[in-house]
């Protein structure tokens, strides 16, 4: 999965100043087109209560509006401050489900060290759809991301 075009359509909005959430638009917009099983993918911003809220998404809509640290796959992500790569959601306990048709899910955090930030949440309606290309890929794009987050908390 190449990133490269992603990374580099994000870079020149940004020099041309597009307001952060346009960048986060762009990013999950972009991340969606890249690959076919990628049926649902979308941004959960952490704020300080501890409650991941959903920003921008492509695909079908979500009663996942609001999720607690430590429920799902996505809270649980938070909660152990971890991607989590999810071949068969179907084997998970505290599994939320967005679409009874998603079969895996991949969730990896936009994070300054310890700090998080937001999570790229991508759902896949195929069993183990994401591999290690796919998981890096998606980092590479989370981590160009977390930039955006500290300029946000810098002020610049």
Not at 42 to 55: F, I, S, T
Request: aromatic share 6%.
């Amino acid at each position: 999965m190449d990133v490269e075009p992603l990374l580099a359509e994000l870079d020149a909005l940004e020099k041309r100043g597009a307001a952060v959430e346009s960048l986060l638009e762009a990013a999950v917009q972009g991340l969606h087109r890249l690959h076919p099983r990628f049926h649902w993918t979308g941004l959960y911003e952490l704020y300080p209560d501890q409650v991941l809220r959903l920003g921008p998404f492509v695909g079908a809509p979500t009663d996942h509006v609001f999720i607690g640290v430590g429920r799902g796959v996505c809270g649980t992500a938070v909660a152990e401050k971890r991607n989590m790569n999810i071949p068969d959601v179907r084997r998970i306990s505290n599994y939320l489900a967005c679409s009874t048709e998603t079969r895996s899910e991949l969730v990896v955090l936009v994070r300054s060290g310890e700090w998080i930030h937001a999570q790229i949440d991508i759902d896949s309606h195929e069993v183990g759809a994401f591999d290690e290309q796919t998981v890096d890929g998606v980092q590479r794009v989370a981590d160009r991301l977390a930039r955006l987050y500290e300029a946000r908390v810098a002020g610049t």
